[in-house]
C-alpha cells in the first residue's frame, strides 16, 4: 500500500472496518470446488432478484431521456404516496401516515446517518441494544457521536429491557434506536415493548428510531400500532429499506418517515448526502407497489420455510437463541472457543461463511463471557432452501475441527 502525504480522519482510524469484507477475506482461502461449493451465510442479502415486471418497469425508465435530471430531495411524489398507502396496509388502515411524512432516501443506512444529523451533535449519546447493527455504531462513530449499548441476553429472546434502558439516559442521550425484527439476532420485538419504549422517549423528550428494514418478513401480522396513536410524530422516527421487500439492494432506496416538521431539517442531511435517492428506481416501482404485494408475501412464506428447514437439520448440539426475518442467531457448542475463532475456521475449512457476535459489538466495550461469546448470525435468506440444508450437514462435520463439543 502506497503512504499517503496527509493526516486521516480520526473518527475514520477509530471506526471497524466493514464487518462482511473481513468474512469474505477468511471465505477467499476455501478451496471451494463445484461439487463443495462455498456457502455463503454471512450477508443479509435477498436471494433472488426482483421480478421481471420491475426488471421491465426500469429499463423503460432508464430509457427515458427526461430521467437523468434530479428528483425532489425527498423524493418522486408518486413513490411517497405510494409508500404511505403500502405501510397503511402494513400497519393498519387505520395508521396516519401521509405522503408528507415520507423521505425517499438512497438506502435505510443512509436514512439513518440523514435522521440522527438532523436530531444529534457531535459528542450527544445515542442508546443502541447490542448486538447492534454494526453500521449504525460505525455511522454514529463516524459523525463522532457516542453509541451507548443496551445489552440484550438470550435468556429473554435478546429483546431490549425498558428499565435498563431508562438507566442509561443522561442529559446528552438524544435518541434510541432499535431494529425489528432484529440484525443480527432476528428477534422480533413485541407490540407492546415498542409503545413502551415510544413512552419512554416521549417522557424524556428524546427520539425513538426504529429501523423496520424487515417488517415485511413477519408473518403474525402487523409489526406495532405507532402509526395509530395520533400523537406517533412527536418522538418516533421509522427506517425502511426497500433492499430486501423489494429485493433491489443494489439500487439503493430507503424512507425516513417521519414529522414533516422533522423532514423539514431532514432535507437539509439530506441534501448534502444525496440531493436525491436513484431516480429510475423510484419512478419504477412507484406504480408496481400494490402488484407487488403477492412477490413480498410470497417471500415471506418462502423465507418460514427456510427458517423451519434449518431448525430441523441443524446438529442438535447448535442451539438457536432466536430467529426470524432474515437471520438465526445460533450458539456454536465449543466450549472455550469464541465465535470468532469457529467462523473463521468454518469459512476457511468448511466452506460455511457466517459471522460472528463479536462483529456486531463494540471490540473495547465489556468482554463477553465464554457462554456470551458463542453466538453466531447465520442469513438464512441469502441462500436456498438446498444449500441450507448442505450448510447444516457441513456443520456436522465441526467436530472435526473442534472436538465434540464436551
Ligand atoms: C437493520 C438494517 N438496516 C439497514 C440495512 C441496509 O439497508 P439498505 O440496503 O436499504 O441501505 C440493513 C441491511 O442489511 C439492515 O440489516
Not at 466493514?18 to 456457502?39: D, V
Not at 432478484?49 to 425527498?74: C, E
Not at 416501482?285 to 431448525?311: D, W, Y
Not at 457466517?354 to 442469513?379: A, H, Q, Y
Request: proline share 7%; net charge negative; charged share 15%.
Amino acid at each position: 500500500m502506497s503512504r499517503l502525504g496527509f493526516r486521516l480522519s480520526r473518527s475514520v482510524l477509530s471506526t471497524i472496518s466493514p464487518p462482511i469484507a473481513r468474512a469474505y477475506e477468511w471465505a477467499a482461502s476455501y478451496p471451494a470446488t463445484p461439487h463443495r461449493p462455498l456457502l455463503d451465510m454471512s450477508q443479509g442479502s435477498p436471494g433472488i432478484p426482483p421480478p421481471q415486471v420491475v426488471r421491465d418497469a426500469l429499463a423503460k425508465a432508464s430509457s427515458d431521456t427526461t430521467g437523468y435530471r434530479y428528483l425532489p430531495v425527498l423524493g418522486d411524489e408518486g413513490l411517497r404516496q405510494g409508500l404511505a398507502v403500502e405501510m397503511k396496509r402494513a400497519y393498519g388502515q387505520d395508521s396516519d401516515i401521509l405522503q408528507e411524512d415520507v423521505a425517499i432516501t438512497a438506502g435505510c443506512n443512509l436514512a439513518f446517518v440523514a435522521a440522527v444529523m438532523a436530531l444529534a451533535d457531535a459528542g450527544d449519546e445515542v442508546i443502541l441494544p447490542i448486538p447492534w447493527y454494526f453500521n449504525h455504531q460505525m455511522s454514529l462513530n463516524l459523525l463522532g457521536m457516542k453509541a451507548v449499548p443496551l445489552p440484550t441476553f438470550a435468556s429473554n429472546g435478546f429483546l431490549p429491557s425498558i428499565e435498563v434502558c431508562r438507566r442509561l439516559i443522561s442529559p446528552k442521550t438524544r435518541a434510541i434506536v432499535l431494529v425489528t425484527p432484529n440484525n443480527p439476532t432476528g428477534s422480533t420485538y413485541p407490540a407492546t415493548l415498542l409503545d413502551d419504549f415510544l413512552t419512554l422517549a416521549q417522557e424524556h423528550k428524546i427520539a425513538l428510531v426504529i429501523d423496520e428494514t424487515y417488517r415485511d418478513f413477519i408473518p403474525t401480522g402487523a409489526p406495532h400500532n405507532i402509526f395509530s396513536n395520533t400523537q406517533w410524530r412527536s418522538n418516533f422516527v421509522h427506517l425502511f429499506s426497500f433492499s430486501k421487500s423489494y429485493c433491489v439492494p443494489g439500487l439503493r432506496l430507503g424512507a425516513i418517515v417521519g414529522s414533516p416538521t422533522f423532514l423539514a431539517q431532514v432535507v437539509t442531511t439530506l441534501d448534502c448526502l444525496q440531493i436525491c435517492a436513484p431516480r429510475q428506481i423510484q419512478v419504477a416501482l412507484a406504480p408496481l407497489l400494490p402488484s407487488l404485494r403477492g412477490f413480498i408475501t410470497e417471500n415471506s412464506a418462502a423465507l418460514q420455510h427456510r427458517h423451519a428447514l434449518f431448525r430441523d437439520n441443524l446438529p442438535s448440539t447448535w442451539i438457536i437463541g432466536s430467529q426470524g426475518a432474515y437471520y438465526a442467531f445460533v450458539k456454536h457448542p465449543y466450549q472455550g472457543i469464541s465465535a470468532e475463532v469457529v467462523c473463521k475456521q468454518l469459512a476457511m475449512e468448511i466452506g460455511v461463511a457466517t459471522l460472528p457476535i463479536s462483529f456486531f459489538r463494540d471490540e473495547n466495550g465489556t468482554v463477553l463471557n465464554e457462554e456470551e461469546d458463542r453466538w453466531i448470525r447465520f442469513s438464512v435468506a441469502n441462500v436456498d432452501d438446498e444449500k441450507v440444508i448442505q450448510v447444516c450437514q457441513r456443520l456436522a462435520e465441526c467436530d472435526k475441527i473442534f472436538g465434540d463439543g464436551t
